[in-house]
């Protein structure tokens, strides 16, 4: 039985996850990822894939965040019309998702257009539609953490609470029969032990291949008793000190729901009622509702604080929900004493934009970073210490106060994968996906140093390789 993996994304890089495993003739996608950063980046999302879709049986989707699930419309425009198995609450925040990124996208090109109608060029199309996404929708297959499923003949897949955001999974899978069969264990986006809302990440005990992210493969987080101390610190300057606004980029699903729920936590310790909290995001909202409607999925800490406090909702109760445009443009009016909770994340898009124009450059605001921020994002330029950012065509000044707080990260750090990678028995061979270069040399380094850790083999995943997988526990790459 001819078994091989092939990774297609997220590859070298953090965004566009894709890997194909095929099992005779039976082809199955994990993950369908789009490709953030840069405009350069993002146009190669434009690029045809590098397989057949019509070819594809079945996807299984690790989590909602757009890197992993945002080319699936494109895929399904394409001729893609098998099943997408993936957790219950993954469906329903890609329900929200994938829509959101769907009328971006017709809203971008239309921009685009305008500007190509002015020198006689000929209209985009955008890279899928709301009609693509919604068809998307209808092929998902949702799946309970523990369920064993038959995906494609010759490959069972068991999904696990990763802990990163709501319904994200890890993914068990085993492929082929009798002493042959071999198991596959792809971790997703890892999240962190200890963190609110969520349990932490599942321990895994066996494996023959282990598919592992390394977003932060060579950096450490700050403990969370730290960033809690951090936090308060940045919400007392801004008080007694600086008198402006607070701006948070944040991803809407996961740290938008994890910072309301801190800011109620908290809301007496940090003085927040001195504060006007706005979560200044349609799909943040939506999104929101869904976490509020999957309670048993949450951590025992967060169901017993629930309990113990009827009627008032830890992520509910002392925050604005600005749905309209005329809401969020009606704050740029407001010049102190505002906490705005807004995507995009990593700052590329949405209504955190408009909020920079107005508040960027007052020396008396503050910016609180609180997630990755990918290469060619204007997120990542002012991490990095850009002076300026250029916003609806206009250079505004950087003159904010920025604080980086990476102790909020949903990502596990260096200590965090080891720890898990630790867990496996006897070494499994491990690919690094999920990660820039520097991240996933500085964990391969760490890893071998310590026999405790060192795997049975190490590789970097570059794209188009392709692992011959009847070959473990060695790793054997054949060209495409």
Not at 33 to 50: M, S, T, V, Y
Not at 84 to 102: G, P, V
Not at 266 to 291: H, N
Request: with cysteine; charged share 20%.
């Amino acid at each position: 039985m001819r078994m091989t993996l092939q990774f297609l994304g997220a590859t070298e890089e953090v965004t566009g996850s894709c890997h194909l495993l095929s099992v005779d003739h039976e082809h199955l996608l994990l993950d369908c990822g789009l490709i953030q950063g840069g405009k350069a980046d993002e146009l190669r999302n434009h690029d045809p894939f590098a397989f057949d879709p019509e070819s594809i049986s079945a996807v299984v989707l690790s989590h909602a965040h757009i890197d992993h699930s945002g080319r699936l419309p494109l895929l399904v425009k394409s001729g893609f019309d098998g099943p997408i198995y993936t957790h219950k609450a993954t469906t329903e925040l890609c329900a929200i998702m994938l829509k959101d990124a769907a009328m971006l996208q017709t809203r971008d090109t239309e921009r685009v257009n305008k500007k190509r109608a002015k020198h006689d060029l000929d209209p985009l199309e955008p890279l899928f539609t709301v009609e693509d996404a919604e068809q998307v929708i209808k092929q998902f297959v949702p799946l309970e953490y523990g369920q064993v499923t038959r995906v494609i003949p010759h490959v069972d897949v068991c999904l696990s609470d990763a802990g990163h955001i709501l319904g994200s999974a890890l993914v068990e899978l085993w492929l082929g029969e009798g002493e042959a069969q071999k198991k596959i264990v792809f971790s997703g986006d890892l999240g962190r032990a200890g963190m609110p809302i969520l349990h932490n990440p599942t321990l895994v005990d066996t494996a023959d291949l282990v598919l592992m992210e390394s977003t932060y493969g060579n950096r450490f987080h700050r403990s969370w008793a730290d960033t809690l101390v951090e936090l308060k610190e940045i919400f007392a300057k801004a008080v007694n000190e600086s008198h402006g606004n607070i701006l948070l980029p944040a991803f809407s699903v996961g740290r938008a729901q994890e910072l309301l729920y801190l800011f109620h936590l908290y809301a007496k310790e940090w003085e927040l009622s001195r504060w006007r909290i706005c979560l200044d995001s349609p799909m943040a909202i939506e999104a929101t509702r869904v976490y509020v409607n999957n309670y048993p999925l949450m951590d025992e800490d967060f169901k017993r604080f629930t309990r113990q406090h009827p009627g008032q909702h830890p992520l509910l109760s002392n925050v604005e929900f600005i749905q309209t445009t005329e809401e969020s443009i009606a704050l740029n009016d407001v010049h102190k004493g505002l906490i705005i909770i807004a995507g995009s994340g990593m700052c590329n898009g949405g209504r955190i934009r408009s909020h920079f124009e107005h508040n960027l450059w007052r020396p008396e605001c503050d910016v609180i970073i609180c997630g990755y921020q990918a290469l060619g994002t204007p997120g990542r330029a002012l991490v990095d210490g850009a002076a300026e950012l250029t916003i609806h065509g206009n250079s505004i000044k950087a003159a904010a106060k920025l604080h980086t707080v990476g102790g909020l990260s949903a990502h596990a750090d260096q200590a965090e994968l080891l720890n898990w990678y630790r867990h496996f028995e006897n070494q499994p061979p491990l690919i690094l996906v999920h990660g820039e270069p520097e991240a996933q040399h500085g964990l391969v380094e760490v890893l071998n140093q310590d026999p405790n850790t060192k795997p049975k083999a190490i590789a970097i995943a570059t794209y188009g390789d392709r692992l011959d997988l009847n070959a473990l526990p060695k790793l054997v790459w054949k060209t495409a």
